[in-house]
C-alpha cells in the first residue's frame, strides 16, 4: 500500500510511538483490505473508554494500557497524546448518573469516569451516543469519517452523504491518532451505487413503519445497497434512524439510497448509476404483515420492561413520550427507561420533559443502552419496544421474550402491564 512521505514519518516514529503503532495497524489493516492508500480524515467516532468488567483488570495498568491494547493492538504501553484530528466516544455500557440503578458495581462506575477524564485531556469528545450525529457531529456530503455502529454508519453514508465503512475499536483509534483510514469500501464513489430496486406498494409513514420496512429490506439484500422507489411521505430524522438501524440489523446494510431525499441520488437512475439493479424487490401489505410479525418474540402479553430510545431519542421524541405520559401512571410491574444522549436529556430536562416521564414512573437513561450494556432491572422476562433493532437484538443477547410496536403500544403497555399491540 502507498503511503505518503508524512505517512511514513508517522510509521518511523518522528511523532513518537503511539503514532507509529498507529500507522503500523493502519499499514497492515489496509494491506489485508487491498487498499492502495490511506485517505485523509478529520471525523473519527469510535469506542475508547473503559466501561465493562472484561476491561478492568487492563484498566488496572492504567488507560495508556487500554488504548495501547484495545485501540491500537499494540503489545507494548505506549503513551497516548492528544488526538490528532475530531474524534468522538460513542455509547458506552454505564450511564453516569444512574448506574445504581442499572445495578453496576461502583468500583466499575468510577472507572467509567475516570477513563473519560484520561480521554477528554486527550481530545475526545465525550458523546456518550449511539447517533453523534444527533448531538453535533454532522459530516457534509462526501466528507470521509472514520465511524464505528452499525446505525450511526448507515445514516452516516446514506442520509448525510459522508464516507465510511463500519470501523472497529483498532482501525478508529489508530484512524483517531493519525488522521488516516484505508481507503477502500464506501470510500470510493464507484462503490456508492444501487445494487436493488425496492418497490413500495403501499404507504410507509410513522416511525414502527420505517423500522418494519428496513427490517424487511436487510433481511432481503444483505449486505448490498438498496433503492427505494415509491415512497408516499418525506421521512424525517427519526424515520431514516429507525429505518437505517432496522436494515443494518437484519442484514448488513451499510449505505442506501432514496432518490429526491437521500443527497446521492436525485433520481433512481442516479442512484444505480453505471450499474444495473440485480433484483427488483416489492413491498407491499403482506411483506409488512410478515415483517412485523417476525419482530414479534414473545407470547407472553404480560410486560415487565418497555425500552424507548434505540437508536438514541432525539428531543421530538422525549417530547413525544412526556405527552403520551402525561398524566398516567406506569404499572407498579412495570419499569420505563428511555434512552436519549446526554446533551438532548439536559433540553429535556429544561423543556419539563424528564420530569413528566420520571413523575410518571419512567426512568431516562444516558450514555448506554441494554444492548450494549447487558443491563436490564433486576428479573425482566418480557420486554416492549418501538425499535425494530432492539427487537432483534435484545431477546437474542439476554434471552427475554421481546415485543415490538409503536410508541404508542408501548406506552399502553407500560401503564397498564399488558402487550395489546396487533399486526397491521
Ligand atoms: Fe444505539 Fe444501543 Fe440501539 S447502541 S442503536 S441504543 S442497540
Redesign the pocket.
Known amino acids: 500500500m502507498h503511503l505518503t512521505d508524512y505517512e511514513k514519518s508517522l510509521l518511523n516514529g518522528d511523532q513518537g510511538p503511539a503514532k507509529a503503532r498507529a500507522m503500523d495497524l493502519l499499514q497492515r489493516y489496509g494491506e489485508a483490505l487491498g487498499a492502495e492508500r490511506l485517505v485523509e480524515t478529520a471525523n473519527v467516532a469510535g469506542a475508547f473508554n473503559a466501561s465493562t468488567p472484561s476491561v478492568a483488570p487492563i484498566a488496572a495498568k492504567g488507560f495508556d494500557r487500554v488504548f495501547s491494547e484495545l485501540n491500537l493492538d499494540s503489545d507494548d504501553t505506549v503513551d497516548i497524546p492528544h488526538m490528532a484530528v475530531p474524534t468522538c466516544q460513542l ?1 458506552t455500557g454505564i450511564d453516569n448518573d444512574n448506574w445504581e440503578l442499572q445495578g453496576v458495581d461502583p468500583e466499575l462506575a468510577r472507572m467509567q469516569r475516570e477513563s473519560e477524564k484520561f480521554l477528554g485531556k486527550r481530545g475526545v469528545n465525550l458523546m456518550a451516543t ?2 453523534p450525529y444527533q448531538v453535533g457531529n454532522v459530516p457534509v456530503l462526501g466528507e470521509h469519517c472514520a465511524w464505528m ?1 452499525s ?1 450511526a454508519v448507515i445514516y452516516c453514508n446514506s442520509v448525510l452523504g459522508a464516507r465510511t465503512n463500519v470501523e472497529g475499536k483498532e482501525s478508529t483509534g489508530a484512524a483517531a491518532l493519525t488522521g488516516r483510514i484505508p481507503y477502500w469500501g464506501y470510500h470510493l464513489p464507484e462503490n456508492r451505487f444501487g445494487s436493488h430496486l425496492i418497490e413500495l406498494d403501499i404507504e410507509v409513514d410513522d416511525m414502527a413503519d420505517w423500522g418494519v420496512l428496513g427490517y424487511f429490506i436487510g433481511g432481503e439484500v444483505e449486505e448490498n445497497i438498496p433503492v427505494l422507489n415509491g415512497i408516499s411521505h418525506q421521512p424525517n430524522l427519526v424515520k431514516l434512524k429507525h429505518f437505517g ?1 432496522a436494515a443494518a440489523s437484519s442484514g448488513g446494510v451499510e449505505m442506501y439510497h432514496i432518490p429526491g431525499v437521500t443527497p446521492e441520488a436525485r433520481s433512481v437512475a442516479e442512484a444505480f448509476g453505471p450499474k444495473r439493479s440485480l433484483r427488483t424487490i416489492r413491498y407491499g401489505a403482506r411483506e409488512r404483515l410478515a415483517t412485523y410479525e417476525r419482530l414479534q418474540n414473545a407470547t407472553d402479553r404480560k410486560v415487565d420492561f418497555i425500552m424507548l ?4 431519542a432525539s428531543i421530538e421524541q422525549m417530547a413525544l413520550i412526556a405527552h403520551m405520559l402525561e398524566g398516567k401512571r406506569i404499572h407498579a410491574d412495570v419499569a420505563l427507561w428511555v ?1 436519549t444522549p446526554r446533551a438532548i436529556r439536559q433540553i429535556a430536562e429544561r423543556s419539563g420533559y424528564c420530569e413528566i416521564i420520571e413523575a410518571a414512573g419512567g426512568v431516562v437513561m444516558s450514555d448506554t ?1 441494554p ?2 450494556s447487558r443491563r436490564m432491572p433486576p428479573g425482566v422476562r418480557v420486554i416492549a419496544t418501538d ?1 425494530a ?2 427487537a432483534h ?1 435484545l431477546p437474542a443477547i439476554t434471552k427475554v421474550q421481546g415485543w415490538f410496536g409503536t410508541v404508542s403500544d408501548c406506552i399502553n403497555a407500560a401503564v397498564t402491564g399488558q402487550w395489546q399491540g396487533v399486526a397491521g
Open positions: 455509547i449511539c447517533t455502529e446505525s438501524a430510545g434505540c437508536p438514541h434512552h443502552c444492548a450494549i425499535s433493532k432492539q437484538y
